[in-house]
């Protein structure tokens, strides 16, 4: 096996273990949803930071993180990348929160040929005919939902829209994925802990008053957050952003299963029918994906 191929199954590895993380971490959440989602964010925030630190000193990447931040302009790149990340965090915390699973499940499931996009826009990644035509039927579903219920599905839009950009933001680095989720959680720290400190009004906010139990869980966000994205950090340095989305569908499909089935969350018809829309395309899109890798991967005939 070459290198390259390693790289590649290395980057499989990863990605699919980042979306089975995402599919299952709305249960987390679900456990602490009686605290509120700006409240869990501070937690999110901190703890990764913590978390991510002692990865990076047992790892020995503490020259590479001091060579980084000596660097202005890739901080200026991950301050960036963390806004979009932020704004991501928050929107999934609040959608299960208030019980819109499956609007997050919708956004997930619109991501992965959103990031499609993306490539060919930012990368010069190309499209064949039926990847075009995946892509056209995804926003044919997001129109449907416009035309049937009036409304654009925001929260959908937006926690595709946030993740994509961050992806493709973190493609363009070449940056350690530990030494990059650090500087990106430890830029939103300082707000977090201001903001914890000084706005966070509730009777959790003094973790000296609760219950142990309570703490570990809310510790717990630091794990919860931290595995999936440095998962995904590593897959996307290693595969293009148009195979990195053929994994997509595994998260959204787990919160799907949770928001119908066990969380009991309303499906209207509209929506179904957008899901559908939406599951068609990634079916065309991945079918055409297989088959351009088995006629790249068929040896050549030599006449």
Not at 163 to 169: A, P, R, T, V
Request: glycine share 4%; net charge positive; proline share 3%.
């Amino acid at each position: 096996m070459t290198s390259t191929d390693n790289n590649e199954r290395n980057g499989v590895i990863n990605a699919i273990s980042a979306y089975l993380l995402w599919g299952l971490a709305p249960i987390y959440f679900k456990l602490i949803s009686t605290i509120s989602s700006d409240e869990i964010m501070v937690h999110r925030i901190i703890w990764s930071s913590l978390l991510l630190l002692i990865v990076i000193v047992l790892s020995k990447k503490w020259q590479i993180l001091v060579q980084t931040i000596k660097q202005p302009k890739v901080l200026a790149k991950l301050t960036l990348s963390a806004s979009f990340l932020l704004v991501n965090w928050f929107l999934f915390i609040w959608a299960i929160n208030n019980n819109h699973l499956l609007d997050a499940s919708l956004g997930y499931f619109i991501n992965p040929l959103f990031s499609v996009a993306l490539g060919v826009l930012f990368l010069g990644e190309r499209l064949r005919k039926m990847q075009k035509f995946a892509v056209a039927l995804a926003l044919i579903g997001v129109l449907i939902q416009l035309v049937a219920l009036g409304s654009l599905p925001v929260i959908s839009l937006a926690l595709a829209g946030t993740f994509g950009i961050y992806g493709l933001l973190r493609k363009k680095m070449h940056l350690d994925s530990f030494v990059g989720l650090l500087i990106e959680s430890s830029m939103m720290l300082p707000l977090a802990l201001i903001y914890w400190l000084l706005f966070v009004d509730s009777s959790t906010a003094n973790m000296l008053g609760n219950d142990i139990s309570l703490n570990l869980l809310l510790m717990a966000a630091g794990i919860v957050t931290t595995a999936p994205l440095l998962c995904f950090t590593a897959a996307a340095k290693r595969l293009t952003l148009s195979t990195l989305g053929f994994f997509q569908y595994i998260g959204p499909s787990i919160m799907f299963v949770l928001a119908t089935f066990y969380y009991q969350e309303a499906l209207q018809t509209e929506k179904l029918f957008t899901f559908a829309a939406i599951w068609l395309a990634l079916i065309i899109y991945s079918f055409d994906s297989l088959n351009a890798r088995r006629e790249k991967q068929k040896p050549a005939i030599n006449l």
